[in-house]
């Protein structure tokens, strides 16, 4: 499973947008990169994924560089809603016998 | 649909005691995973149940085991519990037939304590 580095803190001003990068340089050909996000007290939430291009949905926006070594996650509109640990995950996707790996992640917090 | 929910909520036990903790999935959901959050080793995965069968396994001991019953409900029992296995306990449950990443759907975890 490919190892992944990310800043253990941010912040943010809200309304403006939040840019959470992820270092996965020893990512294989066949990884996505999953987001998830846990807001205190509940457990983890399904944001986006990708392969290699940019994917975009009602939550975030997510870019992945052309060497796939990194990734950066954009919560364009950030509100008090969106502090939470934010974990950027490396796996191969769909089908059996599989299981998120979680970090560290990123604490991020909005402040007004 | 109802989300997973997870009882009991909280629990207290003492050193050498066992628990038992239930998750039911999402209505339809047949795979229910189940994880342990503490401080110092954050998430980690214990093991995935699909259709009464144990599908994947992370590295715990013995001491810690899950069931499956035929409706999807699982179980997950920690014997001769010690002060390490306090920690937030979450389950999640997922879509149709396979285990996806995208549609894991957590519960609000047993927060347990053991003294």
């Known amino acids: 499973d490919a190892k992944t580095t990310q800043p253990t803190s941010m912040d943010c001003a809200e309304g403006r947008a939040a840019n959470l990068p992820c270092n996965h340089s020893?990512?294989?050909?066949?990884?996505?990169v999953y987001w998830y996000r846990q807001i205190h007290s509940q457990g983890p939430q399904y944001i986006i994924h990708g392969l290699k291009n940019n994917e975009t949905n009602e939550m975030a926006s997510l870019i992945i560089t052309e060497d796939r070594k990194s990734s950066t996650l954009i919560l364009p509109h950030a509100t008090l809603r969106d502090t939470a640990v934010y974990y950027c995950i490396p796996l191969r996707g769909s089908g059996g016998y599989n299981k998120l790996i979680f970090g560290a992640g990123t604490r991020l917090a909005v402040h007004p | 649909k109802a989300g997973v929910t997870q009882t009991p909520r909280y629990l207290i036990k003492t050193r050498g005691q066992q628990v038992t903790l239930s998750c039911s999935p999402i209505?339809?959901?047949?795979?229910v995973s189940w994880y342990q959050q503490t401080p110092g080793q954050g998430l980690q995965f214990l093991f995935e149940y699909f259709s009464e069968t144990q599908r994947n396994k992370g590295n715990f001991p013995g001491r810690f085991s899950g069931r499956q019953f035929s409706n999807s409900r699982s179980e997950m029992n920690v014997s001769t519990l010690e002060l390490g296995d306090s920690a937030l306990y979450l389950c999640?449950?997922?879509?149709?037939?396979?285990?996806?990443?995208?549609?894991?759907?957590f519960g609000p975890g047993t927060r347990l304590l053991v003294l």
């Open positions: 999640a449950s997922s879509s149709d037939g396979g285990w996806r990443a995208e549609t894991q759907y």
């Open positions: 209505s339809g959901h047949r795979s």
């Open positions: 020893t990512i294989s050909g066949n990884e996505y």
